[in-house]
């Protein structure tokens, strides 16, 4: 087995490994890591396969909390080997203690970090992200509360995820000025599938030494090799919740990126993986799993293939970026 490789996130101290463990599973109902004990084996695969990121929230699970309280369980002996990111105040789905509490606000993250931590059975978080924008606070509000937790011991560095091109700016800006520690990392929805960020936003992190962070990097397992034109693995979330997304796929695009990962001797996963790691500001490659099997899969990818010039203009070509 080849060792994971490490890539710093952004410009802080944290070295975390090029593929990720998304969370968000463990705890969906109907997923093979639902219960605790399949969420064990997924986790302590990931950990043995040189996956030290795994990305988790406040939201995920069937109930509030419920994948943070899982993973707190099964990192029991385990929590020096990861590195926890999780996150806080979604829009859509906010604390239900604190529904009416801006999710940006010092109350809102004094509140959601305890109960984070609490699940998690931890001391400390080591990446704590803003989930989503929140309009009714200042960023400079939220910054300063973020501070107070890293001053305290009890979050090592921090990031954001969904804020455009404009709000990274502004919080960017705004840490500097107000001398508080900065996001150093940004977690977008990014995929050969998704490109949006290529021509101004992906620039711009790379510009200011903050680490991407991509979700649904693999396309909600389109850009695997597992789906065609027929369809795919009957248990997969795809097919039994979103059918759709297998239907109105690009599968000309997607049928000619199969070939040319053929031709390089790889599968598409190793492809994808590949083709995201030679991204400009690319921390780590977050992907979901609920087997073993898919464990060992993604992170192999993490060193099968590193695409040269001409496999990369190729792949442009194939997905190219939107123009406006």
Known sequence: MTAMPLRPLGDSDLLVSAVGLGCNNFGRPGSATEDQRGTDRVLHAAIDHGITLLDTAEMYGYEHGRSEAMMGVALAGRRDRVVIASKFGNADFKNPELRDVPHGSRTYIRTAVEGSLRRLRTDYLDLYQLHTPDPQTPIDETLAALHELVDAGL??????????????????????????????????????????????????????????????????????????????????????????????????????????????????????????????????????????????????????????????????????????
Not at 220 to 239: C, H, Q, V, W, Y
Request: hydrophobic content about 45%.
């Open 155 to 324: 979050v090592r560095a921090i990031g954001h995820s969904n804020l455009d091109t404009a709000q990274t700016i502004e919080a960017d800006d705004a840490a500097r000025a107000g001398g508080h520690p900065r996001f150093v990392s940004a977690q977008l929805e990014y995929s050969l599938l998704a490109r949006g960020l290529d021509a101004e936003l992906l620039p711009l992190l790379e510009s200011r030494d903050i680490g991407l962070l991509p979700y649904y990097p693999l396309a909600n397992g389109l850009l695997t090799g597992k789906f065609s034109r027929e369809g795919g693995p009957a248990d997969s979330r795809i097919m039994r919740q979103r059918p759709h997304v297998a239907t109105d796929a690009p599968w000309d695009a997607l049928d000619s990126y199969r070939v040319l990962a053929a031709e390089q001797g790889i599968g598409m996963l190793e492809a994808t993986v590949g083709w995201l790691l030679s991204r400009p500001a690319m921390a780590s490659v977050i992907a979901g799993a609920t087997t073993v099997e898919q464990v060992a899969q993604n992170a192999a990818a993490a060193t099968a293939w590193t695409p040269d010039t001409e496999a990369l203009a190729r792949i442009d070509a194939l997905f190219p970026v939107p123009t406006a």
